[in-house]
């Protein structure tokens, strides 16, 4: 069931807010798109460190990269999501971070989401470095099956929410724009 807010019921509302969590399909192609444009982020924080710190080879410096990375994801997650709750991608998309009632998220939330939705990632690259496997393609194997039974659980958890966002009290909502009259 799905509650809708009226355009025209107050001055701040300027879209259309349901509270059903968004269907598999949708957030994949939001995922999708953020991926396009975390490459350019990553691609150019990338330039940017290895010329800061004159780094010649693409595995000297990897764990100040990789930690360099984590940082600059980390900020723009949060920004986004604690200034308005939508990223690039989330905008055309029409998805929305709220808490879970509803609310404007704060940045202390979404720190603590940003740092539990690597939950997405780091239990199938553990359980694969603890198999033994090395190659690139195995743990990426290992990642993708996990992230696929990681998305499964949103279909099962109360708001069909996934488990970081239960975690920290968020979720995901669709936001469409206000039809224009």
């Given at each position: 069931m799905s509650s809708t807010a009226s355009a025209d019921s107050g001055a701040e509302d300027h879209a259309q807010v349901s509270?059903?969590?968004?269907?598999f399909w949708r957030r994949l192609a939001a995922m999708l798109y953020e991926g396009v444009v975390l490459f350019g982020v990553i691609s150019v924080a990338g330039f940017l460190y290895s010329s800061l710190t004159q780094q010649r080879h693409a595995l000297d410096g990897r764990a100040g990269l990789q930690a360099v990375l984590f940082v600059i994801l980390g900020l723009y997650f949060v920004w986004f999501w604690s200034r308005g709750g939508q990223t690039v991608a989330m905008k055309t998309w029409h998805?929305?971070?709220v808490d879970a009632h509803g609310?404007?998220?704060?940045?202390?939330?979404?720190?603590?989401r940003y740092l539990s939705?690597?939950?997405w990632f780091l239990p199938g690259l553990g359980l694969g470095a603890l198999a033994g496997w090395h190659s690139g393609t195995a743990l990426?194997?290992?990642?993708?099956?996990?992230?696929?039974?990681?998305a499964t659980l949103s279909h099962v958890l109360p708001g069909r929410q996934t488990p970081h966002d239960l975690l920290c009290g968020t979720r995901l909502i669709v936001s469409k724009p206000a039809s224009k009259r």
């Amino acid at each position: 069931m799905s509650s809708t807010a009226s355009a025209d019921s107050g001055a701040e509302d300027h879209a259309q807010v349901s509270t059903v969590a968004p269907g598999f399909w949708r957030r994949l192609a939001a995922m999708l798109y953020e991926g396009v444009v975390l490459f350019g982020v990553i691609s150019v924080a990338g330039f940017l460190y290895s010329s800061l710190t004159q780094q010649r080879h693409a595995l000297d410096g990897r764990a100040g990269l990789q930690a360099v990375l984590f940082v600059i994801l980390g900020l723009y997650f949060v920004w986004f999501w604690s200034r308005g709750g939508q990223t690039v991608a989330m905008k055309t998309w029409h998805l929305r971070l709220v808490d879970a009632h509803g609310a404007p998220v704060t940045q202390r939330r979404a720190v603590a989401r940003y740092l539990s939705s690597w939950l997405w990632f780091l239990p199938g690259l553990g359980l694969g470095a603890l198999a033994g496997w090395h190659s690139g393609t195995a743990l990426s194997l290992a990642a993708l099956a996990w992230g696929l039974a990681y998305a499964t659980l949103s279909h099962v958890l109360p708001g069909r929410q996934t488990p970081h966002d239960l975690l920290c009290g968020t979720r995901l909502i669709v936001s469409k724009p206000a039809s224009k009259r």
